[in-house]
Each structure stands twice: as C-alpha cells, then as structure tokens.
C-alpha cells in the first residue's frame, strides 16, 4: 500500500498527475485543487496517496495534505459518493469549507459540486454531521461549530437577510467564540454581520 509519494512532477494532464520517483512514474488521480497547487514539471512534490484496488486495477488518488485525504476518506463512506465525487468536491470546496457546510446543515452549497444533487447532498449532510463532530470549521481561527439557542436564531436572522447558511454559520460561530455563551441574539447578529462585512 503506497501512502504517500515524494518526487519530480513529470507532468500534469487533466485529473491526473504523473510523479517521477526514482525513475518509476506514477500516475494520481486528484483534486482540482491540489493540482493547482503542483509546481511547474521538472518541480518537487510531496503528495499524499489513497490506495484503491479495484477488480481490474489500482488507482492512485493524491492530496496536498493529509486534511485532504482524511476528508476523501470520510466522503467514501457516504453512500453513493464514490471517488469521483470525493474529488469533485475536494475540487469544489476546502475541508474546512465542507466541515462549515456539514455542520451548517447547507446541502444547497454542497449541490455546487459536480455530480452532487439535492438528494445527495442531503445524505452528506446527514451521514458526515456527527462523524464531523468537533473538526474546525475556521481552522485559521479555531473556531468550532456552534449550534441551538441564539446561536440559532443568529444564524436564522442573518439566512433571513440573505446570506447563504454556511456563510451565516461561519460568522456567527466566529462571533460566539469572541464573544462566549451568554451573548444574546442581538449582539450575535450585529457582530455576525461585522464578520460577513469584514
């Protein structure tokens, strides 16, 4: 089993990447995503790798960082997404931008990535909400997820104003975890809308 690859990017070509390790190529299958982040051909890469071996192959799929391949690991065990639709996501969204949906209940955000439709996404919802549990939603910030009383009604007025919920969710959780428990619905919108406007 082959967990992760250090090498020379051969060459990068649709979905897949080829990495020259030692002289030996091999071909990963990944996200738009870590793609982008590749260097020019020629440049060193660190990938780290998702072994699955079907009936008639092995595939390879690579990730930038191991968040990455821990979240393509957790979206393979929802029914119906398969790798193709873990890395149309991984392609569409951050881990920690599909945590905040997950934990913001948006399946409309998760409709954004192909091959997810409004059925799906509420699966992913609904199969990832407590196995998410405490993974943070604003890693930069450490906020975590916030959810019942004003922090709902919060996220509520600020959906009802027009935000998208993930949107809404990230601001009032960062709110919360400046301001604490005992902040009231109002505060929590108005420093919810100073979060969305910064």
Not at 87 to 99: K, N, Q, R, Y
Not at 106 to 120: F, I, M, N, Q, Y
Not at 170 to 187: F, I, P
Request: with cysteine; aromatic share 6%.
């Amino acid at each position: 089993m082959i967990a992760k690859l250090t090498g020379l990017v051969d060459s990068i070509d649709g979905e897949s990447l080829i990495i020259d390790v030692g002289g030996v190529g091999y071909a990963l299958a990944c996200s738009r995503r870590t793609r982008d982040r590749m260097p020019s051909p020629g440049g060193t890469a660190a990938l780290f790798v998702e072994t699955i071996i079907r009936d008639d192959r092995i595939v390879l799929y690579g990730f930038g960082d191991a968040a990455e391949r821990a979240w393509f690991r957790l979206l393979m065990t929802v029914q119906g997404v398969g790798a193709r639709i873990a890395l149309g996501l991984l392609s569409t969204f951050a881990p920690d931008e599909i945590a905040r949906a997950v934990a913001a209940q948006d399946k409309t955000l998760l409709t954004r990535a192909e091959g997810v439709g409004p059925k799906l996404a509420a699966r992913l919802v609904n199969e990832l909400k407590d196995k998410v549990g405490e993974i943070p939603v604003g890693a930069a910030r450490g906020v975590r997820p916030v959810a019942g009383g004003a922090s709902s009604d919060a996220i509520s007025a600020l959906v009802n104003l027009g935000y998208g919920r993930a949107e809404a969710f990230g601001a009032v959780s960062q709110a919360y975890e400046r301001l604490g428990a005992d902040a009231s619905v109002e505060v929590l919108v108005r420093a919810g809308l100073k979060e969305l406007a910064s």
